[in-house]
């Protein structure tokens, strides 16, 4: 873990570990929603202890793999070239250049670094020495500008110790980089550019253009170096096929200070309004400001974000929840409105995933929605360009409707691996995780949940109720009437869980009547009924003309709706139908072998066994349903489907799963702390911690290294912001039900709601005080247990916390 110290904005290593180096990368990753650059050292290269990796969002290409005698597609996120190369060594006026710097030289006597996580600067210190006690200093700031999306820069600063002479300065842009930064992908095809050219503009800028072998995106980086003081240094170019160079030569004296920028843009095919690429990235960084201005603008663009998303919780908490919400602007910024792109599960900060889009949005739209709606829109707006896929991809499988890809990147393709590889056993085993079809009601409920929180009425009755109709669609085909028991059932699925993927010995993979995706789906279909009719006329007829809805349709959900089948076993809600025949696994027996079992499917696989034989999950599935839903709802979607769901059963159905799972992804402990917060709240606070820390502390064995859990990220924020509020936005009123832990009883939120700018909560001694800034909009409506309030524009109310 970082020192902490007495800075909560503030993100500082002590020392250097080129053991910790890749999880301090990711950690310290700088990006503006158009571009992450992981936190590298600018002095290395690819190595076992680094990783530079720079991702521009929506950026994916195609590559075929031999992998097992079988060739396998794959769409990667693409890392593109690397713009931090910036080399030194001194040159004593008295004797030889020495060696090239860097912190894995036995000349670095002194490290640190620190990230400033309200400015989204990285400064790195080091001190070298060498055998005749020559000390040099160096600092570096590092900024990619959270203002403009297209620019990064660095300024490295040389302090010279004891000797005389110049520090000689290699700095520029490297091609000759692959997607090599996840181990076990290392056996598949890995070089994404081709077409490199090289150039110079000028004395001081250089530029690298290539594009993407498949899809034919084309890229370039420009760099700018210039030194302070400048008169008399001159850069020396120095270009080849897959990289381009400059060099100087900075005189310093014992105490004197030289200080070199180094300017880069960044531009793809994708952008609009440009000439090309190379065009476009060597006239803006011809044209960017001086580094200090660029620092300016950068700082006062981060603390504008900063105010539309402000969260303040004490403590160590607070320090990890600000850095956590760093990364999340980082990826989904203000720039990301104006890009097709979706949410990618690891971030733009490395390569697990292979950047890919899941169901991750779940966990992070709704954090989204009430401070960056705009936001929100732009990443729905993702999923509604990719309708047409979905619903091609219901055809092929004799569906109506949409079917949404598990993975999706860049044409909405289902791009889940066929293969995947068990690190432990060496073996490459079939992957069925595509039949997650709850995907579809993940999209569903965030077309919900954004327009119940912004109002945007014209998007949920357009564009969103477009894919929610579809998705109900697909649900109503996929759900097949069973006269035996009188209900609907939806067969052949992998729900949440994702470890049970078949039955033992069954020929075809699935499980049925996944409870967590039948009852969405009957939530889906009731959401989809309430649209039918609450669309205005023209809306209606429009929109059913245009996806051909037919009026028996609705009626058909409706029935469905009412009649789909969860399945129960000894007073609990059943993962799936038959999940009680299973086996019960020996829980503290595997912990005495193997300690860490967050993944006992590849455990169990390697010993020549599978997860399939057991009751026992990697997360949270039934429980989801206690995540997505408050009480009340979700009593009244199943109340609808003829099923008793009272406190018992559903307090009897959280202890039963929670003895049963073993946390194999990062989502698991933020889902358990969210429901024991309502369940049992004294053990809600061991699962919130371990949300918490999952990232920092890399607790999933060096997942982390490869990138951000984005999703675990997002939904740490919200269990402050909705989980421990019981903050719902519904009938267009706030409606909130607080449930505060013992360890995080004092926290507050700005929250942007509908066209309510700024409206503050804050939980303290009991109280919740609501703040709701000067405007001409009407009250904002509060309800809060049994009592409802109107809060003027203007005014602020405190109100007594309900018993409980």
Same mark, same amino acid.
């Given at each position: 873990?970082?020192?902490?110290?007495?800075?909560?904005?503030?993100?500082?290593?002590?020392?250097?570990?080129?053991?910790?180096?890749?999880?301090?990368?990711?950690?310290?990753?700088?990006?503006?929603?158009?571009?992450?650059?992981?936190?590298?050292?600018?002095?290395?290269?690819?190595?076992?202890?680094?990783?530079?990796?720079?991702?521009?969002?929506?950026?994916?290409?195609?590559?075929?793999?031999?992998?097992?005698?079988?060739?396998?597609?794959?769409?990667?996120?693409?890392?593109?070239?690397?713009?931090?190369?910036?080399?030194?060594?001194?040159?004593?006026?008295?004797?030889?250049?020495?060696?090239?710097?860097?912190?894995?030289?036995?000349?670095?006597?002194?490290?640190?670094?620190?990230?400033?996580?309200?400015?989204?600067?990285?400064?790195?210190?080091?001190?070298?020495?060498?055998?005749?006690?020559?000390?040099?200093?160096?600092?570096?700031?590092?900024?990619?500008?959270?203002?403009?999306?297209?620019?990064?820069?660095?300024?490295?600063?040389?302090?010279?110790?004891?000797?005389?002479?110049?520090?000689?300065?290699?700095?520029?842009?490297?091609?000759?980089?692959?997607?090599?930064?996840?181990?076990?992908?290392?056996?598949?095809?890995?070089?994404?550019?081709?077409?490199?050219?090289?150039?110079?503009?000028?004395?001081?800028?250089?530029?690298?253009?290539?594009?993407?072998?498949?899809?034919?995106?084309?890229?370039?980086?420009?760099?700018?170096?210039?030194?302070?003081?400048?008169?008399?240094?001159?850069?020396?170019?120095?270009?080849?096929? @897959? #990289?381009?160079?400059?060099?100087? %030569? $900075?005189?310093?004296? &014992?105490?004197? +200070? !030289?200080?070199? =920028?180094?300017? *880069?843009?960044?531009?793809?095919?994708?952008?609009?309004?440009?000439?090309?690429?190379?065009?476009?990235?060597?006239?803006?960084?011809?044209?960017?400001?001086?580094?200090?201005?660029?620092?300016?603008?950068?700082?006062?663009?981060?603390?504008?974000?900063?105010?539309?998303?402000?969260?303040?919780?004490?403590?160590?908490?607070?320090?990890? @929840? #600000?850095?956590?919400?760093?990364? %999340? $602007?980082?990826?989904? &910024?203000?720039? +990301? !409105?104006?890009? =097709?792109?979706? *949410?990618?599960?690891?971030?733009?900060?490395?390569?697990?995933?292979?950047?890919?889009?899941?169901?991750?949005?779940?966990?992070?739209?709704?954090?989204?929605?009430?401070?960056?709606?705009?936001?929100?829109?732009?990443?729905?707006?993702?999923?509604?360009?990719?309708?047409?896929?979905?619903?091609?991809?219901?055809?092929?499988?004799?569906?109506?409707?949409?079917?949404?890809?598990?993975?999706?990147?860049?044409?909405?393709?289902?791009?889940?691996?066929?293969?995947?590889?068990?690190?432990?056993?060496?073996?490459?085993?079939?992957?069925?995780?595509?039949?997650?079809?709850?995907?579809?009601?993940?999209?569903?409920?965030?077309?919900?949940?954004?327009?119940?929180?912004?109002?945007?009425?014209?998007?949920?009755?357009?564009?969103?109720?477009?894919?929610?109709?579809?998705?109900?669609?697909?649900?109503?085909?996929?759900?097949?009437?069973?006269?035996?028991?009188?209900?609907?059932?939806?067969?052949?699925?992998?729900?949440?869980?994702?470890?049970?993927?078949?039955?033992?010995?069954?020929?075809?993979?699935?499980?049925?009547?996944?409870?967590?995706?039948?009852?969405?789906?009957?939530?889906?279909?009731?959401?989809?009924?309430?649209?039918?009719?609450?669309?205005?006329?023209?809306?209606?007829?429009?929109?059913?003309?245009?996806?051909?809805?037919?009026?028996?349709?609705?009626?058909?959900?409706?029935?469905?709706?009412?009649?789909?089948?969860?399945?129960?076993?000894?007073?609990?809600?059943?993962?799936?139908?038959?999940?009680?025949?299973?086996?019960?696994?020996?829980?503290?027996?595997?912990?005495?072998?193997?300690?860490?079992?967050?993944?006992?499917?590849?455990?169990?696989?390697?010993?020549?066994?599978?997860?399939?034989?057991?009751?026992?999950?990697?997360?949270?599935?039934?429980?989801?349903?206690?995540?997505?839903?408050?009480?009340?709802?979700?009593?009244?979607?199943?109340?609808?489907?003829?099923?008793?769901?009272?406190?018992?059963?559903?307090?009897?159905?959280?202890?039963?799963?929670?003895?049963?799972?073993?946390?194999?992804?990062?989502?698991?402990?933020?889902?358990?702390?969210?429901?024991?917060?309502?369940?049992?709240?004294?053990?809600?606070?061991?699962?919130?911690?371990?949300?918490?820390?999952?990232?920092?502390?890399?607790?999933?064995?060096?997942?982390?290294?490869?990138?951000?859990?984005?999703?675990?990220?997002?939904?740490?924020?919200?269990?402050?912001?909705?989980?421990?509020?019981?903050?719902?936005?519904?009938?267009?009123?706030?409606?909130?039900?607080?449930?505060?832990?013992?360890?995080?009883?004092?926290?507050?939120?700005?929250?942007?709601?509908?066209?309510?700018?700024?409206?503050?909560?804050?939980?303290?001694?009991?109280?919740?005080?609501?703040?709701?800034?000067?405007?001409?909009?009407?009250?904002?409506?509060?309800?809060?247990?049994?009592?409802?309030?109107?809060?003027?524009?203007?005014?602020?109310?405190?109100?007594?916390?309900?018993?409980?």
């Amino acid at each position: 873990m970082p020192t902490a110290g007495n800075r909560p904005w503030t993100w500082s290593y002590e020392g250097y570990d080129a053991a910790a180096e890749r999880l301090r990368e990711t950690l310290c990753a700088l990006g503006n929603g158009y571009f992450v650059t992981r936190g590298a050292a600018s002095e290395v290269l690819v190595g076992p202890e680094h990783y530079p990796g720079t991702y521009a969002a929506g950026c994916y290409n195609r590559l075929t793999s031999n992998v097992s005698g079988r060739p396998i597609d794959n769409e990667d996120m693409v890392n593109l070239p690397n713009w931090l190369p910036l080399r030194y060594r001194i040159r004593p006026a008295d004797a030889p250049p020495g060696p090239w710097l860097s912190p894995d030289h036995p000349h670095l006597t002194e490290h640190r670094q620190a990230l400033d996580l309200r400015h989204g600067v990285l400064t790195r210190w080091s001190v070298y020495e060498d055998e005749a006690g020559r000390r040099l200093g160096v600092e570096q700031r590092r900024l990619v500008h959270m203002g403009d999306p297209h620019l990064a820069a660095l300024r490295t600063a040389f302090t010279a110790e004891g000797w005389a002479g110049a520090v000689e300065v290699e700095a520029g842009i490297d091609g000759a980089v692959r997607n090599a930064g996840v181990a076990r992908y290392r056996g598949l095809a890995d070089q994404h550019l081709r077409g490199w050219e090289t150039g110079a503009e000028g004395a001081d800028t250089v530029w690298l253009s290539c594009h993407t072998s498949d899809s034919d995106i084309h890229v370039a980086l420009a760099g700018r170096l210039r030194a302070t003081p400048g008169r008399g240094v001159v850069p020396r170019t120095r270009l080849t096929v @897959l #990289r381009a160079f400059h060099t100087v %030569v $900075l005189p310093v004296t &014992s105490g004197s +200070t !030289a200080v070199v =920028d180094k300017t *880069v843009a960044l531009y793809t095919s994708r952008d609009p309004a440009i000439d090309s690429p190379r065009h476009a990235a060597v006239t803006h960084v011809v044209q960017a400001p001086h580094f200090r201005q660029l620092m300016a603008s950068h700082r006062r663009a981060w603390e504008n974000l900063w105010r539309q998303a402000k969260l303040e919780v004490p403590g160590e908490a607070g320090r990890i @929840l #600000r850095l956590h919400l760093f990364h %999340v $602007l980082q990826t989904l &910024s203000p720039h +990301t !409105a104006e890009l =097709d792109v979706g *949410v990618p599960a690891r971030g733009l900060h490395g390569e697990a995933y292979r950047g890919h889009v899941f169901w991750d949005e779940l966990f992070v739209l709704p954090f989204l929605n009430l401070h960056l709606p705009e936001v929100s829109r732009a990443l729905l707006e993702y999923r509604y360009r990719r309708l047409p896929a979905a619903c091609h991809a219901a055809r092929e499988e004799g569906r109506a409707g949409a079917m949404y890809p598990w993975q999706s990147a860049g044409d909405g393709r289902e791009e889940t691996q066929q293969l995947h590889l068990n690190p432990r056993s060496g073996r490459w085993l079939p992957d069925h995780s595509h039949l997650q079809h709850h995907v579809g009601s993940a999209i569903a409920y965030n077309v919900w949940q954004y327009g119940q929180a912004s109002g945007d009425t014209e998007f949920l009755q357009t564009r969103g109720a477009e894919m929610l109709l579809q998705i109900a669609r697909f649900w109503a085909s996929a759900a097949v009437w069973d006269p035996d028991l009188g209900r609907y059932r939806i067969r052949g699925v992998v729900g949440p869980d994702e470890y049970h993927d078949g039955y033992p010995g069954a020929a075809e993979p699935g499980v049925d009547d996944n409870a967590y995706t039948n009852v969405t789906a009957a939530w889906v279909l009731l959401r989809a009924l309430d649209l039918c009719r609450t669309l205005p006329e023209a809306h209606q007829r429009q929109l059913f003309e245009q996806i051909q809805l037919t009026p028996d349709e609705p009626e058909r959900w409706d029935d469905i709706a009412g009649r789909l089948h969860v399945p129960y076993h000894r007073g609990v809600i059943s993962q799936f139908a038959g999940y009680e025949e299973l086996a019960e696994l020996d829980w503290d027996g595997y912990r005495r072998r193997y300690g860490d079992i967050r993944r006992l499917d590849r455990i169990l696989e390697a010993e020549g066994d599978t997860v399939n034989h057991y009751q026992a999950s990697k997360q949270a599935d039934v429980l989801m349903l206690g995540y997505l839903f408050s009480p009340a709802e979700l009593g009244s979607v199943f109340r609808r489907l003829g099923y008793p769901l009272d406190d018992d059963i559903w307090h009897a159905t959280v202890d039963y799963y929670l003895h049963r799972t073993s946390h194999g992804s990062t989502l698991s402990a933020l889902v358990h702390a969210w429901v024991l917060a309502r369940v049992h709240r004294p053990d809600a606070w061991t699962y919130c911690e371990e949300a918490l820390t999952g990232d920092v502390a890399d607790l999933h064995g060096g997942s982390t290294t490869e990138g951000i859990h984005l999703g675990a990220m997002a939904g740490t924020l919200d269990l402050v912001q909705r989980g421990l509020t019981g903050l719902e936005t519904r009938e267009q009123a706030l409606w909130l039900d607080p449930a505060p832990l013992s360890e995080l009883s004092t926290f507050g939120v700005r929250i942007r709601y509908r066209r309510h700018w700024d409206v503050d909560l804050r939980i303290r001694d009991e109280q919740v005080r609501i703040a709701v800034p000067e405007s001409e909009q009407a009250a904002v409506r509060v309800r809060l247990g049994e009592r409802s309030f109107s809060i003027a524009p203007g005014t602020t109310r405190r109100l007594d916390l309900p018993d409980g």
